[in-house]
């Protein structure tokens, strides 16, 4: 297994990356995760590398633990953001323009509630969890990984879970996505800024969650509320003329991608509960939008 490059070292680069993000909720950050992975594989005298029986299992264990050290990082970062983090949304895989080992299997475990959820746990927590319940490590493996007992990488996937139970469910019962004839309606009554409607669509208790990271306009905090929702949708749109909504799968589930000139500018992602909204995440910062970007992997998507 030498620095040439194997077949099996290569090859693991799509499981890699569908780690990291699932650990990191930031594409460019799990992208960063696996290059550092694969920067310590190939630092690696041949030797050294020949004398690992099993690659695929090391550079797992190596990312985990290079996520691991930047969830810690990112914690202290995320104190200091602007207004409310939201995880970086994904476009459907048939959109995904770059080299299909880069693309991230869209699954239950990608869903945005489900992303907003493994934010509230803390790093060894979420580490423990998606290496066990995701992706269906064992606690023997997963402790080899982190420096820890399986006992306590037991706990902590417990630990998690209890997270999980109130606020959204695991992957295997995963939350109510919306369907897309709603988020279509949902579209229709937004572009005929038909507040009736758009209340009647979202529950009384809904909540609309804002990203824009300081780089552009965003309420800073929860809105909740179906009639301020509305409200704050309408100012949208008559702040923006000629605003153009998209229906596109955000994360794989139906969701709206709003394009302003030309550019992306939101992509939001819902949740429902019967035939109403109760949940919106509007991602609007532009750093978290390069994948949904004209000419780039969903190309006419918008905010």
């Given at each position: 297994?030498?620095?040439?490059?194997?077949?099996?070292?290569?090859?693991?680069?799509?499981?890699?990356?569908?780690?990291?993000?699932?650990?990191?909720?930031?594409?460019?950050?799990?992208?960063?995760?696996?290059?550092?992975?694969?920067?310590?594989?190939?630092?690696?005298?041949?030797?050294?590398?020949?004398?690992?029986?099993?690659?695929?299992?090391?550079?797992?264990?190596?990312?985990?633990?290079?996520?691991?050290?930047?969830?810690?990082?990112?914690?202290?970062?995320?104190?200091?953001?602007?207004?409310?983090?939201?995880?970086?949304?994904?476009?459907?895989r048939?959109?995904?323009?770059d080299?299909?080992?880069?693309?991230?299997?869209?699954?239950?475990?990608?869903?945005?509630?489900?992303?907003?959820?493994?934010?509230?746990m803390?790093?060894?927590?979420?580490?423990?969890?998606?290496?066990?319940?995701?992706?269906?490590?064992?606690?023997?493996?997963?402790?080899?990984?982190?420096?820890?007992?399986?006992?306590?990488?037991?706990?902590?996937?417990?630990?998690?879970?209890?997270?999980?139970?109130?606020?959204?469910?695991?992957?295997?019962?995963?939350?109510?996505?919306?369907?897309?004839?709603?988020?279509?309606?949902?579209?229709?009554?937004?572009?005929?800024?038909?507040?009736?409607?758009?209340?009647?669509?979202?529950?009384p208790?809904?909540?609309?969650?804002?990203?824009?990271?300081?780089?552009?306009?965003?309420?800073?905090?929860?809105?909740?509320?179906?009639?301020?929702?509305?409200?704050?949708?309408?100012?949208i749109?008559?702040?923006?003329?000629?605003?153009?909504?998209?229906?596109?799968?955000?994360?794989?589930?139906?969701?709206?991608?709003?394009?302003?000139?030309?550019t992306?500018?939101?992509?939001?992602?819902?949740?429902?509960?019967?035939?109403?909204?109760?949940?919106?995440?509007?991602?609007?910062?532009?750093?978290?939008?390069?994948l949904?970007?004209?000419?780039?992997?969903?190309?006419?998507?918008?905010?």
């Amino acid at each position: 297994m030498g620095v040439d490059g194997s077949t099996e070292v290569v090859g693991e680069r799509r499981h890699l990356i569908n780690l990291a993000y699932r650990l990191l909720g930031s594409v460019a950050e799990a992208e960063d995760a696996v290059q550092e992975t694969y920067a310590r594989w190939y630092g690696l005298s041949r030797e050294r590398q020949d004398a690992v029986g099993n690659p695929g299992a090391w550079l797992t264990t190596v990312a985990t633990r290079v996520c691991l050290d930047q969830l810690g990082s990112a914690r202290a970062r995320r104190e200091r953001y602007v207004g409310e983090w939201i995880p970086e949304p994904l476009p459907d895989r048939t959109e995904w323009a770059d080299d299909p080992a880069d693309r991230i299997t869209l699954d239950e475990s990608v869903n945005m509630a489900f992303l907003v959820v493994l934010e509230s746990m803390t790093p060894a927590e979420r580490v423990a969890f998606v290496l066990h319940d995701v992706f269906r490590y064992p606690f023997a493996e997963i402790a080899a990984m982190v420096g820890r007992t399986p006992a306590a990488c037991r706990q902590l996937a417990a630990s998690a879970r209890r997270r999980l139970r109130t606020p959204a469910p695991s992957p295997a019962a995963a939350p109510a996505t919306a369907p897309a004839g709603l988020v279509r309606a949902f579209k229709r009554a937004w572009e005929a800024k038909d507040i009736d409607a758009l209340v009647s669509l979202l529950a009384p208790d809904a909540t609309l969650v804002a990203d824009g990271g300081g780089l552009v306009g965003a309420v800073l905090r929860p809105l909740e509320g179906a009639t301020r929702i509305a409200d704050y949708l309408l100012f949208i749109a008559a702040k923006a003329p000629g605003l153009t909504l998209l229906e596109r799968t955000v994360n794989g589930t139906p969701g709206l991608v709003a394009q302003h000139t030309g550019t992306t500018v939101t992509v939001a992602a819902f949740e429902t509960a019967g035939d109403r909204v109760t949940r919106i995440w509007a991602v609007r910062n532009p750093e978290k939008l390069g994948l949904w970007q004209p000419g780039g992997p969903g190309e006419d998507a918008g905010a």
